[in-house]
T-cell receptor, first 116, second 114 residues
Framework: EAAVTQSPRNKVAVTGGKVTLSCNQT?????MYWYRQDTGHGLRLIHY???????EKGDIPDGYKASRPSQENFSLILELATPSQTSVYFC???????????????FGEGSKLTVL | AQKVTQTQTSISVMEKTTVTMDCVYE???????LFWYKQTASGEIVFLIR??????ENATVGHYSLNFQKPKSSIGLIITATQIEDSAVYFC???????????FGTGTSLLVDP
């Protein structure tokens, strides 16, 4: 069974502080993603990666950085957290949609971040 | 840019009936992939079903099926014989031809009443 684990699951941060959300996958997938979920907006893509050492901007990258040091790990970094970044963050991994790939994404359990 | 729109914010149905959830999409790609995901009350997000744009046959998995209308850029999810445990939020999503970026709609909340 594919597995994606996120840490921390809950985080309270202060405005201006640095926050790092970590994600680990044991699926050996090339692609990894960070989404945030807010009421009325669904899931919005922040950053994604198609392999170790690569990061790409998603639809709402402002205020976020990402790091993919290895195939298994993908981090989301908030250098200067703001209250508007209070949200639930989901990490996901997946393979390509074409060829032999299913295109299916496997999601982590989510990380609830509150910025005061 | 890709865009996925789900206009139904919530639907309520009686158990054992059939429900259809709507989704329309916008893309410049000639080849693309469409997905439906389910988010349970616990927050877990799971993949349900997929439709490849070049396939004319509607995908079916268990009691989930799709109504793919390419000329209308529409991909509806049909759940037959609904069960209480089908109560969840359902997201429509699109993936571009390169296979990297997945864009989601805003979701439809389904409540199945006994």
């Amino acid at each position: 069974e594919a597995a994606v684990t996120q840490s921390p699951r809950n985080k309270v941060a202060v405005t201006g502080g640095k926050v790092t959300l970590s994600c680990n996958q044991t699926n050996n997938h090339n692609n990894m993603y960070w989404y945030r979920q807010d009421t009325g907006h669904g899931l919005r893509l922040i950053h994604y990666s198609y392999g170790a050492g690569s990061t790409e901007k998603g639809d709402i990258p402002d205020g976020y950085k990402a790091s993919r040091p290895s195939q298994e790990n993908f981090s989301l970094i908030l250098e200067l957290a703001t209250p508007s970044q209070t949200s639930v963050y989901f990490c996901a991994s997946g393979d390509a949609a074409g060829g032999e790939g299913t295109g299916q994404l496997y999601f982590g359990e989510g990380s609830k971040l509150t910025v005061l | 840019a890709q865009k996925v729109t789900q206009t139904q914010t919530s639907i309520s149905v009686m158990e054992k009936t059939t429900v259809t959830m709507d989704c329309v999409y916008e893309t410049q790609d000639s080849s693309y992939f469409l997905f439906w995901y389910k988010q349970t009350a616990s927050g877990e997000i799971v993949f349900l079903i997929r439709q490849d744009s070049y396939k004319k046959e509607n995908a079916t998995v268990g009691h989930y099926s799709l109504n793919f209308q390419k000329p209308k850029s529409s991909i509806g999810l049909i759940i037959t014989a609904t069960q209480i445990e089908d109560s969840a939020v359902y997201f429509c999503a699109m993936r571009d031809d390169m296979g990297y970026k997945l864009t989601f709609g805003t979701g439809t909340s389904l409540l199945v009443d006994p």
